[in-house]
Nanobody
Framework: VQLQASGGGLVQAGGSLRLSCAAS????????MGWYRQAPEKQRELVAIITKGSSTNYADSVKGRFTISRDNAKNTVLLQMNSLKPNDTAVYYC????????????????WGQGTQVTVSS
């Protein structure tokens, strides 16, 4: 399974960016897709996640500013980031929890290569 992420960049505080991630390869289904981020000298943290049934969960720090969405047919996930703040600066990683076969019950975690988001003040 490969995850191809795109959409990072440099933006001023208050601006917007949209991240996208597409999953490809051989698998049965994707249980959930999401975005994590890691700032320098900090641990990787969950930003937002969306299940196959479109249930979502957001970090408190991004609620009301970020929106995650998913296209199950295309195995893609989007993260619309509005009202960006300098504290949002980090490398953003796409994540997918994948069932490789129809009878598998525990999903496998896959990660994209990371995309840099820099928000200037």
């Amino acid at each position: 399974v490969q995850l191809q992420a795109s959409g990072g960049g440099l933006v001023q505080a208050g601006g917007s960016l949209r991240l996208s991630c597409a999953a490809s390869g051989m698998f049965s289904s994707i249980v959930a897709m999401g975005w994590y981020r890691q700032a320098p000298e900090k641990q990787r943290e969950l930003v937002a996640i969306i299940t196959k049934g479109s249930s979502t969960n957001y970090a408190d720090s991004v609620k009301g500013r970020f929106t995650i969405s998913r296209d199950n047919a295309k195995n893609t996930v989007l993260l619309q980031m509005n009202s960006l703040k300098p504290n949002d600066t980090a490398v953003y990683y796409c994540n997918a929890k994948v069932l490789m076969t129809p009878w598998q019950t525990i999903p496998v975690n896959y990660w994209g290569q990371g995309t840099q988001v820099t928000v200037s003040s």
